[in-house]
């Protein structure tokens, strides 16, 4: 059976202070009321020795937001999968729309950062989805399909299977927009249907596929509702604890 995840990207937010107060409130919320999906939190590089020694007796994992597509060497100011590996965090997200606009990471360096993670014990979330352009001229299919195939699909089953994938509209992240529901699924039944030609019907029901385009506690109930939408990668409301608890809240009947 897949999972359901709720994960926050913190993106560039929270001084290391700031996190820490977060994280521990986030603890003692949950442990009082316990979640029905798994929580991981992701943050910057900085926080994560400090965020996952508070939540190492806890329901939350801990992810990066990023690795290097590099094991070691003189890379000033990159971070190895093994590094963060090291910290106690479980999660990594790559190919993050952001990650790929503004600072250029193609296919090629994706599929490196991806077995790297993999090598690692990491949990690669992998991002996809189109811009409003691709949206518009209807192009979204072959846009989500080119970014599985070029950079998960030399993977063997096995490992493929480790990961956890996240659609994000490019068009609904930080702007207020969402994808409705029913755009939502489909996204998700498409990428399901692509990984089960790809890799059989039993891996692609097991692959959680997560939504991640301005979810928030006011739409997360219909939205994971979806039959094919496993949960949320989360951006603003996973910055106070509140909301992040509303979207959380999402899988509870």
Known sequence: MRKNI?????????TLQEGIELVKELKDVLAADKPNCDVVVCT?????????????????????????????GAYTGEVSAAMVASTGAKYVILGHSERR??????????????NLALANDLTPIFC??????????????EVVYAQLAESL????????????LAYEPVWAIGTGKTATSQQAQDMHAYIRS???????????????????GSCNPSNAKELFGCPDVDGGLIGGAALKVADF???????KA
């Open 44 to 72: 910057p590089f900085i926080h994560l020795a400090s965020v996952a020694t508070i939540l190492e007796v806890s329901n939350i994992g801990v992810g990066a937001e990023n690795c290097a597509d590099k094991v070691s």
């Open 153 to 164: 699909f030399d993977l063997p089953a096995e490992e493929f299977s480790k990961l956890v």
């Open 245 to 251: 608890k509303g979207v959380i809240d999402g899988f």
């Open 194 to 212: 692509v990984v089960a030609e790809k890799y059989g019907k039993e891996v692609a029901d097991n692959t959680s596929i997560l939504y991640g």
């Open 128 to 141: 996809i989805g189109e811009v409003l352009a691709e949206r518009e001229a209807e192009k979204q299919n």
């Open 101 to 114: 606009a503004y600072y250029g990471e193609t296919a090629e360096i994706l599929k490196e950062k991806v």
């Open 6 to 14: 709720v994960a926050g990207n913190w993106k560039m937010n929270k």
